[in-house]
């Protein structure tokens, strides 16, 4: 429709069919995509063979070719798996423990919000909202401060807050709506972690829970809500109402609806947003530094330890760095077998 | 089972969509909701189906009220004008989903879904997905998967639209003759007046979320209750022309056409089909003008004559000739012409004319 109007525009963005292309064109285009091959690939070629040189190689500048520009060593890998043993075994299984629980747990739990979202509008009256806020705040004082017991301040609390719905509430008459819960979400992390980084601390130290699993896990579920929030809100608005409205006239349960129908045909943003999460959560280091000592110690701290008191260590890194990308690898193949596009075509239109 | 709906108000917001809609549609009848876009016949369906609640008003399916119940309750099949097929099951997974989940025992449903696929002629589609399939087969699934369970009620939100013309009409027969078969009770809601016309048992003519006439197929067509039912009924539509009631004749540009028995009236139409209408020589007949335009049709030409400052529309014999410009004069077979209040749009009925009462009549067929 716009093709018109654009015309020469789209035909210079339209891909052509590379077997239609002149000899020229064919070897300018592999040429481009070749140097933004070596572009991307070229790190990667650079990791895996400075973990294959000695520190006399790395210190020497650069050296390019294995075997011919260096005799390539086992030494780090040796180092690492060995000598360090344990110590690189434990983060491993640590940060794979921990990212894959917050995934799920974020992706499970910011799913469903997404939806409810999408498909269900709430009214609440903003004076209601802040009045929560405000009691809430009340409640934590009472029972910190005041050392009331805590079960005694919630039933005071939610005593408040109902006087309040049933009289000075029904006065206010401004509403928020779906899109202003949704822009509160999301502006949860516009906020840089940094600056709550602090209070979070002191939280699990409260709690006695720091070094463990479970704070990294519930960080960062948290911190990961707000994308899975936004990104699959978009996922399950493509799908059409008509598919729900169907299934609720063929007799479907709202249970029955949201996994017989709607989770399968989410299932490609499903992966696509567990599989960002999962990096996310991989490769997350500020909050690690401080949640986690030794016993949850995850690997991006590992591999910053490498640049301790003798200096950068780069064969060390190098190899931490390459088995952190297996996994990863490995999760991004699984998945992407579920990210295919053109899932719902059939369901509705002739 | 019957349905009823008993005052049926609907508002969003301040909006009101339908305004005291009443229907009874019998056992095992074909009733279609007819009207142009927006005027509240597929809320009326979707409130039939507990898609949409009421605003005021009680719905009955079978004699029980229904107006508070969730969809899944009420036991009716719907066939959506976008069809709504499950994209991620195939042929027989979204024909026996209704059984599926009211947990229906597998063999049963298999052979449930086996026989109503060879109903509408899907019997070797069932491992196809819908992304496989052609329009008019997945029109037939979501035909099929709205039977198979034997619901109280059809319920039909233009489900031929998407489909090219020679299909709709096809399906068009194959729907009367399903529905016939199984003796549901069917609220079919369209644009389309042929498909209303040809299917329905009685047809609902609404217009601004109000029932304008309620009435058989022929007696929507042959004694249409105002100028909206008049003008929407009928391909081509109705002549219409305006004049003047005085002395029992309608006057327009000097010519009158006898309408003995009705009141006086400054601003009165008449309408007239276009078969009732015939085009002579010039000089004769009721009004002179010149064609001005020709369609042959095949079975039949029809003859655009501008006359009395408009155009009317002519049904002629195919094998009518004369060339465009041609000066004709314009016949009315007079007992077949309605007249009609301009303001109101309202019927002008004689004691003798009006014969039966119209419209708003239920239940009976």
Redesign the interface.
């Known amino acids: 429709m716009n093709g018109k109007r654009n015309g020469s525009l789209r035909r210079l963005l339209e891909p052509k069919d590379v077997n239609s292309m002149s000899p020229a064109g064919k070897m300018v285009t592999y040429g481009l995509l070749a140097f933004w091959a070596a572009v991307v690939l070229f790190p990667l070629y650079w990791v895996l063979i400075t973990s294959l040189k000695l520190p006399i190689h790395v210190n020497d500048g650069p050296l390019y070719i294995p075997f011919i520009d260096f005799m390539p060593s086992l030494h780090a890998w040796e180092y690492i798996f060995f000598e360090l043993g344990n110590d690189t075994l434990r983060p491993y299984l640590n940060s794979i423990v921990i990212a894959f629980f917050s995934t799920v747990l974020a992706v499970g739990i910011g799913s469903m919000a997404a939806y409810a979202l999408v498909r269900f509008q709430y009214r609440p009256r903003f004076a209601s909202v802040i009045a929560f806020l405000l009691i809430l705040a009340v409640v934590v004082w009472m029972t910190i401060a005041v050392d009331l017991h805590w079960s005694l301040s919630v039933a005071i609390g939610l005593a408040l807050f109902f006087l309040f719905l049933n009289t000075l509430g029904k006065r206010f008459q401004t509403r928020v709506g779906n899109d202003d819960i949704l822009f509160w979400i999301i502006s949860q992390r516009i906020l840089p972690p940094v600056v709550a980084v602090l209070p979070i601390y002191v939280m699990f130290q409260q709690m006695r829970l720091l070094d463990t699993h479970i704070a990294l896990i519930v960080t960062y579920m948290t911190v990961n809500l707000p994308i899975v929030v936004w990104l699959m809100r978009d996922f399950f608005a493509s799908i059409p109402m008509d598919l729900e409205e169907s299934a609720q006239i063929d007799g479907a349960s709202r249970f029955q609806i949201l996994l017989g129908i709607i989770m399968p045909l989410a299932k490609p943003g499903l992966a696509a947003t567990s599989l960002f999460v999962l990096i996310l959560s991989w490769n997350e280091y500020l909050l690690a530094l401080f949640l986690s000592t030794a016993d949850a110690q995850t690997m991006p701290l590992l591999v910053a330890a490498q640049n301790a008191t003798r200096g950068p260590q780069w064969w060390y890194m190098s190899v931490l760095i390459v088995i952190m990308i297996v996994p990863v690898i490995v999760m991004a193949g699984i998945l992407q077998r579920f990210i295919a596009r053109g899932l719902l075509i059939g369901a509705v239109k002739g | 089972m019957t349905l009823a709906m008993r005052n049926i108000y609907k508002s969003f917001g301040s909006n009101e969509v339908v305004k005291g809609l009443n229907l009874e549609v019998a056992e095992g009848e074909f009733l279609v909701l007819l009207g142009p876009s927006g005027c509240g016949k597929t809320t009326a369906l979707r409130m039939i189906?507990?898609?949409e609640a009421v605003t005021s008003g009680d719905i009955l399916i079978g004699g029980e009220d229904v107006t508070g119940v969730?969809?899944?309750y009420?036991?009716?099949?719907?066939v959506?004008q976008?069809?709504?097929?499950?994209?991620?099951m195939t042929v027989a997974e979204n024909i026996g989903?209704?059984l599926k989940?009211?947990k229906v025992p597998r063999d049963e449903m298999s052979e449930a879904v086996r026989e109503t696929a060879r109903k509408v002629h899907l019997e070797d589609l069932l491992d196809r997905?819908?992304?496989?399939?052609?329009?008019?087969q997945?029109?037939r699934v979501a035909l099929a998967?709205a039977m198979v369970?034997r619901p109280r009620l059809f319920?039909m939100d233009e489900p031929l639209s998407?489909?090219d013309a020679k299909l709709r009409g096809y399906m068009r027969s194959e729907l009367k003759h399903l529905q016939a078969e199984l003796g549901v009770t069917t609220v079919y809601v369209t644009h389309d007046q042929i498909e209303a016309m040809t299917l329905a048992d009685r047809v609902a003519v609404m217009e601004a979320g109000i029932v304008q006439q309620l009435d058989t197929p022929r007696r929507i067509y042959d004694d249409p209750a105002n100028l909206f039912v008049a003008g929407f009924v009928g391909s081509p539509p109705m002549n219409f022309i305006t004049g003047a009631i005085t002395g029992g004749a309608f006057e327009c540009g000097g010519a009158g056409l006898p309408c003995p028995g009705l009141a006086d009236n400054p601003r009165a139409v008449v309408g007239v089909r276009p078969e009732d209408i015939r085009v002579t020589g010039a000089g004769e007949g009721w009004l002179q003008g010149a064609i001005y335009s020709l369609e042959l049709t095949g079975d039949e030409t029809i003859v655009n004559v501008a006359a009395a400052g408009t155009h009317l529309i002519s049904r002629m014999d195919k094998d009518f000739d004369m060339p465009m410009g041609a000066e004709v004069g314009v016949e009315i077979l007079g007992e077949r012409s309605y007249f009609f209040d301009a303001e109101s749009g309202e019927r002008l009925r004689t004691a003798s004319h009006s014969g039966q009462p119209i419209a708003f009549s239920d239940g009976s067929r």
Request: hydrophobic content about 35%; cysteine-free; aromatic content about 14%.
């Open positions: 189906a507990g898609l969730l969809p899944k009420r036991n009716v099949a719907m959506f976008s069809y709504a097929l499950y994209p991620h989903y209704p989940v009211s997905f819908p992304r496989q399939l052609s329009g008019g997945r029109q998967r369970r319920l998407n489909l």
